[in-house]
């Protein structure tokens, strides 16, 4: 069965930074681009950042630009969001998602539980 599962997440202060893992498993990664999207109370959810199959196509929200990083590691079918320079408004809990077809408009097939981010001021 296929698993996404999302770790890292936790407390921390405005400025500072925390590294999101994604865990794959029962598909094959490669195959896949790999996004990340975050909700926060009484919000829709929203998109962050995409990388594609082999990583050298990237893509992130306006808000977070310069700011957070997509990366992958295929060898350990793992896809990470390194988060710097914090803001109050980055709390959410952060969910991965695997697309099989990378793109803007296309859907993604699979989404981890979600790990919880909390920023304080």
């Known amino acids: 069965q296929v698993q996404l599962v999302e770790s890292g997440g936790g407390l921390v202060q405005a400025g500072g930074s925390l590294r999101l893992s994604c865990a794959a498993s029962?598909?094959?990664?490669?195959?896949?681009?790999m996004g990340w999207f975050r909700q926060a109370p009484g919000k829709e959810r929203e998109f962050v950042a995409a990388?594609?199959?082999?990583?050298?196509?990237?893509h992130y929200a306006d808000s977070v630009k310069g700011r957070f990083t997509i990366s992958r590691d295929n060898t350990k079918n793992t896809v990470y969001l390194q988060m710097n320079s914090l803001k109050p408004e980055d709390a959410a809990v952060y969910y991965c998602?695997?697309?099989?077809?990378?793109?803007?408009?296309?859907?993604?097939?699979?989404w981890g539980q979600g790990t919880q981010v909390t920023v304080s001021s």
């Open positions: 998602a695997a697309q099989r077809f990378y793109g803007g408009h296309n859907p993604y097939d699979y």
């Open positions: 990388i594609s199959w082999r990583g050298t196509k990237t």
């Open positions: 029962g598909l094959t990664f490669s195959d896949y681009a």
